[in-house]
């Protein structure tokens, strides 16, 4: 019996051998390659996962512990040779593992452990090492969520605005009104160069997960000539949220939680540089 079976609906968030074995099965489904939201999604209707699990916060971080374990177990896969990442960020099966239907989640931690064994004693620390550090989780997106925490948040709002203007915004405005519920700011977004969309953004700096409350109360106060909404977190958004912005029949409400921030900041590299490092190979140079 797999990890994924023997699992069930148990109210809990599963460990990492239960979501290897569901990403796995999730990129399968999506034959063969998706893209991270894809992939998560895909696995969490695998396992079934409550909006209770679902929105319970990672300790000092701006995910959801589901979330950060989803990172860790796509890249202990990788380490394990199932699959790979892109430069764009869509993850894939590999060649190797292309006639393999599931994969055993346990034997996952197993070899990826033991290719640690010389240097780690725990696998807790295997997880936290430099050398095997999830690229969804890297210390300086931690850093950054802290810095982007303590933000005034007039600061923040000036932040949203100038990461909606790098993304192809006009005329992007800041409302000037914070703690009010309502909208933070306005822009306008041209598509192709032919047709514009009114836009309006409310921007959050949480440590929790945005209630579906929250998203209804944003949707309330957009006026008739906004077409669009958009709603930006540090933090994350909870399923009932989620499914709340995309509620068909009412406007549309686009997402951008912390982790999407983040990558903005990175792509337009706003506050934020690429750093060039070395790995020393201390054993070559003992052995000259």
């Known amino acids: 019996m797999s990890d994924i079976e023997s699992f069930g609906a148990n109210n809990q968030v599963p460990d990492y051998s239960v979501l290897i074995e569901a990403i796995y099965s999730a990129i399968k489904e999506l034959d063969g390659s998706g893209s991270i939201e894809e992939i998560n999604e895909q696995a969490i209707k695998i396992l079934n996962l409550s909006d209770e699990v679902l929105s319970v916060p990672h300790t ?9 374990r989803l990172a860790w177990s796509r890249t202990l896969l990788k380490k394990y040779g199932a699959i790979v990442n892109s430069a764009r960020g869509i993850w894939s ?29 725990d696998e807790s620390e295997v997880m936290e090492s430099d050398d095997s550090i999830s690229e ?3 210390p300086w997106r931690k850093k950054l969520y802290e ?14 605005q100038r990461v909606l203007r790098e993304s192809g915004f006009t005329e992007v405005k800041v409302t000037k009104k914070t703690g009010d519920g309502g909208i933070d700011g306005v822009g306008k977004l041209k598509i192709n160069g032919i047709v514009s969309f009114n836009v309006a953004f409310q921007c959050k700096k949480y440590q929790t997960p945005v209630s579906a409350g929250e998203i209804r109360n944003f949707r309330g106060s957009l006026t008739t000539d906004i077409e669009k909404g958009i709603f930006l977190t540090t933090s994350s958004f909870s399923r009932p949220a989620e499914e709340e912005a995309a509620n068909p029949g009412k ?10 921030l983040i990558d903005k900041l990175a792509e337009f590299s706003i506050g934020v540089r690429e750093v060039k490092d070395y790995e020393i190979d201390e054993e070559f140079f003992a052995k000259l």
Do not use: C
């Open 60 to 68: 000092n971080s701006n995910t959801t512990e589901v979330k950060y």
């Open 136 to 138: 969804e989780l890297e």
């Open 93 to 121: 099966v590999t060649t190797a593992f292309y006639n393999i239907g599931s994969i055993n989640g346990r034997e996952v931690r197993i070899a990826t452990r033991e290719a640690y064994l010389s240097k780690r004693n």
């Open 147 to 160: 810095v982007l925490i303590n933000m005034d948040p007039f600061a923040f709002e000036r932040l949203a």
């Open 251 to 260: 406007q549309q409400i686009d997402l951008i939680d912390g982790e999407d």
